[in-house]
């Protein structure tokens, strides 16, 4: 795992040795062991690495790197998994025993294509071909490592993180209105957005590849990222594979490569672990992990004293009926108040998913045993894990009969409605929704937070209305251009054609997935320096799950066929328990304990010199919140988020 930057000067008129070398410090968290620096300075190029060492720890393996042949110099960050298997089809003398190696010597001995179809892995990397004068920026199938790119003032600019362009004299820092309005919505900047305008996140399985000679003509523009793995294309293509297998002869498979998954992800020159939150994702990977090791793999929890947010019991007895060697970390109020303000410096863009709090305290602990730590992120997604499929499957099957106008009047009335009032009025919802049955807010606070899902025209456009927080989002950032879709957006499966669950699957794993939760663990760990692997999302593991029916792969409730296979490790008392959040209480934070922080940054001047957000929408919601008439934590914490981070600009 490293940090990875360059760029290309295009004027050339300077030797910037010295600009690289401070761009790469800024990526000193992301590798901490070993740092290196490569330049063409006829051509204005310069590449700047940062190591964290975990395969090959002597200096055999460190860069950049360039082949044997000395055609191609490669900065790199991840991990192919699969390199020994690789390595057996190129014959060269090597010269070190990284997977660093293998990569580059693999793409010049059978071509960037059929490398990228070969590759098991997490990866971001930055190619140089001497030979045609070509640079190639790349990025793993499902985008668990980062990679920014763009062009301003003539220069290229390539890196892992947005903190490295700032130590660059011609890196003008201008917000990007379309990507802010973006981030109001979802509470993450999706690809290929960046906060900053003509930067840009290369979209997950695409390489860019541009010539020097076509950046001097001013090609730059002309030309797109290209695709070699999509997850809509191999849905389709995949989709009824299994479709004549039995349950158990899925259970079976499922269970046979995840295992092949978790094997080749354990494979490291430096102590390694897991995070186990006893959910079942974290539960299968270290049972797994735990059956691979002949002694006791490190396991690592966080807990809170908040029962309503604390897992960790449930860890705890998951990792003593494994005997793994546990660690957990209980948090204290204060531990979380005073990490808050790190987020920025952490994050680099606004990023307002709250449980990136934790998270990062989490990946604190577990540094201090190991250098590496699977998670078991990634099951959500591919197996229907999350509350709001079935809510809105639900939801959507209650109100489409509604007429529209009628709809908007009821919307209109919750709206107004004091919270106290809908408690009496409503409390008969409870036995409608069944999803929400067990939740223990109350019915009114559902409503205020739900009233909005009644505008909804169609089933996906409710799924939006669901994700998103701002609705209006381009009325709220002032200025902000018209709507301009995303990846995501653009390219998820259709409810008409593939149905509902597959629609909002889709959308996750495109989006929510690869620019929100893998970019919460690989900031939050690469900031302690510390290693992540997601084995849930192995290329192998990603295509079977497309094959797997829905009325299988979601039987009767969310990842069926997951705890199907964890059944084969632990007992049902382990495995059946409510499904819970990796968060912390904003709602009542905001009002007591961080309502003197939220004040200070929500302040009407602020806000009005700054000229980026709608200040009166804030102020009502606000004060509202405040009042206890609704709870509008989820919407002021992003606007929190994005304030703190501009404070930090």
Not at 338 to 347: F, N, Q
Not at 594 to 601: E, I
Request: proline fraction near 4%; glycine fraction near 6%.
């Amino acid at each position: 795992m490293c940090g990875i930057c360059g760029f290309i000067d295009l004027k050339n008129s300077n030797d910037n040795i010295s600009i690289i070398q401070n761009m790469n410090n800024k990526l000193g968290h992301r590798g901490p062991d070993a740092e290196g620096i490569w330049s063409k300075k006829d051509k204005g190029i310069y590449f700047g690495h940062k190591r964290l060492s975990i395969l090959d720890l002597s200096t055999n393996g460190s860069q950049p790197f360039t082949s044997s042949s000395g055609r191609f110099t490669i900065i790199f960050n991840g991990e192919i998994y699969n390199f020994k298997d690789l390595k057996k089809s190129v014959n060269i003398n090597w010269k070190s025993s990284s997977d660093t190696e293998v990569l580059i010597e693999s793409i010049e001995s059978i071509g960037l294509h059929k490398t990228l179809d070969r590759v098991k892995g997490m990866f971001a990397f930055a190619l140089w071909d001497n030979k045609k004068n070509e640079l190639t920026l790349c990025r793993d199938r499902v985008g668990e490592k980062p990679l920014y790119y763009g062009l301003q003032n003539n220069i290229l600019f390539f890196a892992s993180e947005l903190k490295a362009f700032k130590d660059h004299p011609n890196f003008k820092k201008e917000i990007d209105l379309v990507s802010l309005s973006k981030f109001f919505t979802y509470g993450y900047i999706p690809a290929p957005f960046s906060i900053y305008k003509d930067i840009n996140k290369l979209l997950p399985g695409t390489y860019f590849k541009i010539s020097y000679d076509e950046l001097l003509k001013g090609d730059f523009q002309n030309i797109s990222p290209q695709e070699y793995w999509s997850f809509t294309d191999r849905y389709h293509h995949l989709k009824n594979q299994s479709k004549n297998l039995t349950e158990s002869d899925i259970i079976d498979e499922l269970d046979l490569l995840l295992n092949n998954s978790v094997e080749m992800q354990m494979i490291s020159d430096v102590p390694l672990g897991v995070f186990l939150s006893g959910g079942i994702d974290s539960s299968l990977i270290t049972s797994m992990m735990q059956s691979h090791s002949q002694k006791p793999i490190n396991t690592f929890t966080i807990g809170f004293e908040n029962k309503e947010y604390n897992e960790a019991i449930y860890a705890k007895e998951i990792s003593n009926f494994l005997k793994t060697n546990h660690h957990e970390l209980y948090c204290s109020k204060k531990d979380i108040l005073d990490t808050i303000s790190k987020m920025p410096l952490v994050y680099d863009e606004p990023f307002a998913d709250s449980s990136q709090i934790p998270t990062y305290l989490l990946c604190q602990l577990a540094k201090k045993n190991v250098t590496v730590s699977l998670s078991g992120d990634g099951g959500d997604e591919l197996f229907y894990g999350y509350m709001r499929y079935s809510f809105t499957q639900e939801v959507w099957n209650k109100i489409k009969f509604i007429p529209s106008p009628l709809r908007s009047i009821i919307s209109q009335l919750i709206y107004v409605t004091p919270t106290s009032t809908l408690n009496h009025l409503f409390f008969w919802i409870k036995f409608v929704v069944k999803s929400y049955q067990n939740n223990n807010k109350s019915i009114g606070m559902l409503l205020k937070r739900s009233y909005s899902l009644l505008r909804a025209s169609s089933d996906e456009r409710l799924y939006k209305i669901l994700l998103s927080k701002w609705i209006e989002p381009n009325s709220f950032v002032l200025d902000s251009p018209n709507n301009i879709s995303t990846y995501g957006e653009l390219n998820r499966l259709e409810s008409t054609k593939e149905g509902l669950p597959n629609h909002m699957m889709s959308f996750d794993a495109l989006s929510y997935l690869p620019d929100d939760i893998l970019v919460k663990v690989d900031r939050a760990a690469m900031g302690v320096s510390l290693e992540t692997r997601v084995p849930l999302l192995d290329k192998d593991v990603i295509e079977f799950s497309m094959t797997i029916p829905h009325e299988i792969k979601g039987k009767n409730e969310k990842k069926w066929i997951l705890k199907k296979v964890l059944e084969k490790y632990l007992p049902n008392k382990l495995i059946d328990r409510p499904k819970m959040g990796f968060g912390i209480p904003l709602q009542d934070w905001i009002r007591s304990d961080l309502k003197d922080w939220s004040v200070n940054l929500l302040d009407e001047s602020k806000i009005k010199n700054q000229g980026y957000l709608n200040y009166k929408d804030i102020t009502k919601k606000f004060n509202q919140h405040l009042a206890g008439t609704h709870d509008w934590h989820a919407h002021l914490w992003e606007v929190l988020m994005f304030q703190q981070w501009l404070e930090n600009e």
